[in-house]
């Protein structure tokens, strides 16, 4: 099922960076400091590897950029639906011209923009989805994404908030040689924040 007015609407809303974080609307989508759980998606996905290139489903409010550019990847793709934040990530690219890193951005929905000939040793995913579609889109990452875009030994990671749901662990471990699952929690959260403190990072290896 695709919702093409949900899409159409995230797509055309402005986004506002504040000091909390990224707003669409009056509604924040990403917080500042989610940083630490994106410092450790970064940690376990990228630590033990040299001359990679890292794909990023979501840039969003480049939290997870400035955690993985630490790590010095050899490229770095980001695919955005919004606009807004497209010029926002191209701002903050000239922000690191210093690195060596290769940074792209592709603008439009992932389930449009992504081929089966473009390989990455990392894929990242924090997207924005439908509450009666993220399941259906959640296996068609796996299934399709990871399946076609993700080199040998590669490694998938994805923003899970809460405790791993049984159905997505099954099927991760069904795709892949390895999963490692840990759980990260974040005080201090915005009141505003209406989902759960605790945070699972689930890092999965072809």
């Known amino acids: 099922m695709f ?4 899409y159409e609407r995230m797509i055309n809303c402005v986004p506002i960076v504040d000091k909390d974080g990224l707003k669409y609307g009056s509604h924040h989508v990403m917080y500042w400091k989610e940083k630490p759980l994106m410092d450790l998606h970064a ?10 290139d890292v794909l990023d489903i979501g840039f969003g409010l480049g939290v997870f950029f400035r955690s993985v550019i630490a790590y010095a990847p050899r490229s770095y793709t980001a ?3 919004n606009k807004g934040v497209v010029k926002y990530a191209l701002k903050i690219f000239r922000d690191y011209h210093w690195t060596k890193t290769n940074m792209h951005i592709k603008e439009g929905l992932w389930q449009n923009i992504i081929d ?6 990392v894929i990242m995913s924090d997207t924005c ?23 040998e030994n ?3 990671s994805f923003f899970q908030n809460g405790e791993l749901p049984d159905s997505r662990y099954y099927l991760l471990e069904k795709r892949f040689k390895h999963v490692f699952i840990e759980t990260i929690q974040i005080d201090n959260l915005p009141i505003e ?14």
């Not at 919702?3 to 949900?6: G, I, N, P, T």
């Not at 924040?193 to 072809?206: G, Q």
């Open 79 to 81: 695919i955005e639906a």
């Open 116 to 121: 089966n000939r473009s390989k990455y040793d």
């Open 193 to 206: 924040w209406k989902k759960k403190r605790l945070f699972t990072v689930a890092t999965s290896e072809l």
């Open 154 to 156: 590669g490694k998938f």
């Open 43 to 52: 940690k376990r996905l990228c630590a033990d590897k040299s001359d990679y």
């Open 129 to 151: 989805s439908p509450k009666d579609n993220r399941e259906e889109e959640f296996q068609c990452l796996v299934n399709q994404v990871c399946d076609y875009n993700l080199k």
């Open 3 to 6: 919702h093409r007015k949900y």
